[in-house]
């Protein structure tokens, strides 16, 4: 019996011993994975987002000057085909909206809405310059993605190529490339000088001029995540839902509404799991799986959940605040249930688990 | 039985007395320092610090702050326009949020789609009201920004000279100094023509300010420094269009509006040019650039109240580091310095039965909203109402260390020429004087302190 009772105690020792080491393990694991999901939500998502954004600016430019050269219905479809990529690499970037792109003015130079047709008409019927330094001192809602929107989709993609003026061409170059300078310095305030916000984010805790601690750059990814489904779900989805007012929808001339809400919810999800296309990094979801898997499961099944429901809305946005009333509301639904999860649980968790 | 009777009495009556003796108010070890807000404060500190609502609004209440919200951020154009109609024809910028960046602080250049500077005129002496006397053909305030086709009233163009300052123990910072020169205007300006810089302040906090008892303001009031201290403080009475009375100021930056509905329709009308039930007829009547549009009001009454629900109820972040050893050596520094004559770092709120989160809080605002002499340097030599060109209204402290995230750089003062808080103090002087020589003669150490105690509000 005193020899069945020692075997338990060794037996008993053994297994604290192994806990014990397997707990190391697991600490060491989670205190190198805290610096990768920086580093990898730096490079992986938001600057290789940033350097598709520059990219596809680049791509639409073109596009805009050979439809400019030569105004067929091909090279018209060519850019519409350009601006709808442009604006879905963008909206995806707003699931990280801090930073350069809010601090220095990126988001209103590029994306106000919504577009002013009384001035645009003025200054189109005018013999105003509209070089791209013009475009860069005109009001907000003249630049930017909505006025060439505008131009090359018209009312609800009714534009002809043959239909465009000399005056509405010249202005849609400088705009594009306008756009494409915007584009351009937004990817420079991430990877070079005197920003280089890429390496504030990365050096969290370790000499970032911005984040003194880790907890605090992600906390800012955190609040950026819970801020974009917020301006999708309570704002850019409910203002014209609650008005049964069509005129309040965005994006309304390539009717792109559904899928730029879609686009910024894959942006979040982007984020959370630290992935970018194919390119696959240690995301947020690896540090709360780590510690709470049925929190990780919770979150990338909410999101999900979130952005499968916009298929249900099967029309344009604007039809279907009308006539899909129950689906747009599905979606809301959804999106507020992942809100209050990363406000109520993944912001606790990481107040809790990273505190350097 | 007589002797029974006695003994229950006192022990009621004791009893009664340690009960209201309980409800008193607590020492100050009884309350969590970080709540700047009291109950309406909120635990965040990325850049979207100043922009949520305060805790435990119910349903209805929070769907009203959403649209304000949303109405917040949203851009104007010109008329007629489907959405969003009435854009100048002469503004300041183009929504709320422009100015206010972040529900924050803006950058300190004007005419510029991010500029958050504007500029008040006046020519000498006092309208009716005894208010600012508006220069004809300019008003009150200068619209440096036009629609398509319409000039702006004019352009101002902003330079910085450096200053050198020296602390006694050898270390030097550099000030700038702002000279602000008017050009293009529209039409000739007359020679005497008084010109004041506003930067945008941040806008989170203002329903508890707005709930501070008059009283309670007027009792921080020492016009005449009968105390001796250096310090005066005088309150503001200002004169509301809307209900036609003469008001305590409590909003501006020099204290020169009474209340959130005046100070958001005046920013609406002024900023904007959107004309709304407070202030219904445009900004440039009577002048060249008027519209002859017959839209007026163009923002809907709901809309301007929902906004005006909205800037009420936006919590205040809360404090960080407090237990840190350094922010509370800095926290007595602070004291010591009599900083807190007007900064006042503790007041409690009155009753709003309607949104518990402001009702009777004891909040760490840091500010008694009254006038103070500021010195020739900060002055702008632009009476508004009582306060004269050199008083302004102190600044609350509260998010003050959150600028730098929600503004990316940020700036102080109320034309924002201070890029630090250092700066900030530096340029204290007149009633501020003596706290700020005794800053200046402290050791760089305990310099270094008082910042980070600033900095943790």
């Known amino acids: 019996m005193k020899k069945i009772t020692l075997l338990a105690i060794t037996i008993a020792s053994i297994s604290l011993g192994a806990c014990n080491k397997n707990d190391d393990t697991v600490t060491d694991n989670f205190e190198t994975l805290k610096t990768e999901v920086l580093a990898d939500f730096t490079n992986v998502v938001a600057v290789k987002g940033y350097a598709d954004l520059d990219n596809a600016a680049s791509a639409l430019n073109t596009a805009i000057q050979n439809l400019n050269t030569n105004a067929t219905e091909a090279n018209l479809t060519e850019a519409k085909n350009a601006w709808k990529n442009m604006r879905s690499i963008w909206e995806k970037c707003e699931g990280y909206l801090f930073g350069p792109v809010e601090d220095n003015d990126f988001d209103p130079n590029m994306d106000t809405w919504p577009t002013d047709y009384v001035q645009m008409d003025s200054l189109l019927a005018s013999s105003n310059p509209l070089t791209v330094a013009d475009i860069q001192n005109i009001t907000l809602s003249l630049r930017g993605y909505h006025p060439i929107e505008y131009i090359i989709f018209g009312d609800h993609g009714s534009r002809t190529a043959a239909s465009i003026t000399a005056r509405q061409k010249a202005y849609m170059v400088s705009l594009s490339t306008d756009l494409k300078n915007t584009c351009h310095e937004l990817y420079l305030s991430w990877t070079a000088a005197p920003t280089n916000f890429a390496q504030q984010v990365i050096n969290a805790g370790n000499g ?19 801020g974009i489904c917020d301006e999708v779900g ?10 049964m007012d069509p005129a309040i929808v965005e994006s309304p001339y390539s009717g792109n509404s559904v899928s730029d809400f879609r686009d910024n919810i894959i942006g979040l999800q982007n984020v959370y799991l630290g992935n970018l296309g194919t390119a696959n990094g240690k995301g947020i979801n690896d540090l709360v799986a780590a510690k709470n898997i049925s929190l990780d499961n919770k979150i990338q099944n909410q999101i999900s959940a979130a952005i499968n429901s916009f298929n249900n809305i099967t029309v344009f946005y604007e039809e279907a605040i009308i006539s899909q009333r129950i689906q747009c509301q599905q979606t809301m639904a959804a999106l507020a249930t992942l809100k209050t999860t990363l406000e109520d649980e993944l912001k606790p968790f990481i107040i809790q688990n990273i505190q350097d | 039985m007589k002797k029974l009777y006695v003994i229950s009495l006192i022990v ?7 009960m209201c003796n309980k409800a008193g108010i607590f020492n100050e070890s009884g309350y969590d320092e970080r709540l700047s807000g009291g109950m309406a404060t909120v635990f ?9 609502e305060i805790p435990f609004l119910n349903e209805r209440d929070l769907a009203v702050h959403e649209i304000g919200d949303a109405a917040f951020e949203q851009t104007f154009v010109s008329a007629p326009a489907p959405v969003n109609s009435g854009l100048g024809p002469i503004f300041n910028n183009v929504s709320c949020i422009s100015c206010h960046h972040n529900d924050g602080k803006g950058t300190p250049t004007a005419g510029f789609v991010n500029s958050s500077l504007l500029f008040r005129l006046s020519i000498p002496g006092t309208d009716a009201n005894g208010g600012p006397l508006p220069i004809p053909g300019f008003g009150g305030q200068l619209q440096d920004v036009a629609i398509f086709g319409k000039q702006p009233e004019a352009n101002v163009n902003i330079s910085y000279n450096n200053i050198n300052v020296t602390y006694p123990d050898g270390e030097i910072v550099t000030l700038r100094k702002p000279t602000y020169t008017v050009t293009n205007a529209y039409q000739s300006l007359p020679s005497n023509y008084l010109i004041s810089p506003r930067l945008a302040p941040p806008v989170f906090g203002l329903g ?15 016009e005449f420094d009968t105390n001796g201290d250096g310090i005066s403080g005088k309150p503001n009475y200002v004169f509301n269009s809307y209900t036609h009375q003469m008001e305590l100021g409590r909003f501006g930056l020099k204290a020169n509006v009474p209340n959130l509905l005046m100070q958001v329709a005046g920013a609406y009308h002024q900023d904007m040019g959107i004309t709304n039930y407070v202030f219904p007829v445009e900004s440039s009547y009577g002048q060249s650039q008027s519209d002859a549009l017959n839209d007026d009001p163009e923002l809907a009454d709901s809309l301007l109240n929902h906004v005006v629900f909205y800037i009420k109820t936006l919590a205040v972040p809360a404090r960080r580091n407090t237990t840190d050893a350094d922010v509370q050596a800095g926290k007595q520094l602070f004291t010591q310095l009599n900083c807190s004559g007007c900064h006042k770092p503790v007041i409690q709120t009155g009753i709003d039965l309607n949104i518990s989160a402001i009702n009777n809080q004891r909040i760490q605002p840091f500010t008694d909203l009254l006038l103070h002499d500021m010195g020739d340097d900060l002055a702008d030599n632009r009476p508004d109402f009582l306060a004269t060109g050199k008083e ?20 102080y003062l109320h034309d924002g020429r201070a890029r630090t808080i250092e700066e900030a103090i530096l340029w204290h002087a007149g009633e501020a004087q003596q706290s700020k020589q005794k800053f200046m003669q402290l050791s760089k150490t305990n310099r270094l302190k008082l910042l980070k105690f600033i900095q943790s509000l």
């Open chain 1, 208 to 226: 970032s001029a911005v984040y003194a601690k880790k907890q605090e750059a992600y906390l800012a990814i955190v609040e950026a995540m819970i």
């Open chain 1, 234 to 243: 309570e704002g850019k989805m409910k203002e014209p839902y609650v008005a």
């Open chain 2, 12 to 18: 009621s009556v004791v009893l009664l007395f340690t």
């Open chain 2, 44 to 52: 965040d500190e990325t850049s979207k610090s100043f922009g949520h």
């Open chain 2, 208 to 222: 508890l300010l707005q709930n501070i008892p008059e009283a309670t303001i007027l009792s921080f009031a020492d």
């Open chain 2, 392 to 411: 302004w209204r102190t600044a609350p402290l509260w998010g003050i260390g959150l600028f730098a995230k929600t503004n990316g750089t940020p700036f």
